[in-house]
């Protein structure tokens, strides 16, 4: 069984950066993928940015496009979300989730093997 724990988040003015760590513990496939997820009060959970696991593919949402990296540390068993250039509207929780079977970039919550307890991040003007 996979076992997902968020670190990183924290408060930061616009135009600041964080960056987001998923520790990832148990076995997984070859083909598994880490997907960063956020949520915002009053709004549906969204795919941010996806990472295969094995290959290192990576794939991301038009909002974050050019500001997010995600990339993984297999010697760590972990991954890495870079935030940069940071706006208020990037305040949310974030979340890790793994999925054992991806393909392309991965938006739906809904078919996750498992998740992490998430980090808040908030970005103040």
């Known amino acids: 069984q996979v076992h997902l724990v968020e670190s990183g988040g924290g408060s930061v003015q616009a135009g600041g950066s964080l960056r987001l760590s998923c520790a990832v513990s148990?076995?997984?496939?070859?083909?598994?993928?880490i997907g960063w997820f956020r949520q915002a009060p009053g709004k549906e959970r969204e795919g941010v940015a996806t990472?295969?696991?094995?290959?290192?593919?990576?794939y991301y949402a038009d909002s974050v496009k050019g500001r997010f990296t995600i990339s993984r540390e297999l010697a760590r068993n972990t991954v890495y979300l870079q935030m940069s250039s940071l706006k208020p509207e990037d305040s949310s929780m974030y979340y890790c989730?793994?999925?054992?079977?991806?393909?392309?970039?991965?938006?739906?919550?809904?078919?996750?093997?498992?998740w992490g307890q998430g980090t808040q991040v908030i970005v103040s003007s």
């Open positions: 990472i295969y696991m094995s290959m290192g593919n990576t």
């Open positions: 989730a793994m999925r054992a079977r991806c393909s392309g970039f991965w938006s739906n919550p809904e078919s996750a093997d498992a």
């Open positions: 148990g076995r997984y496939s070859s083909s598994a993928c």
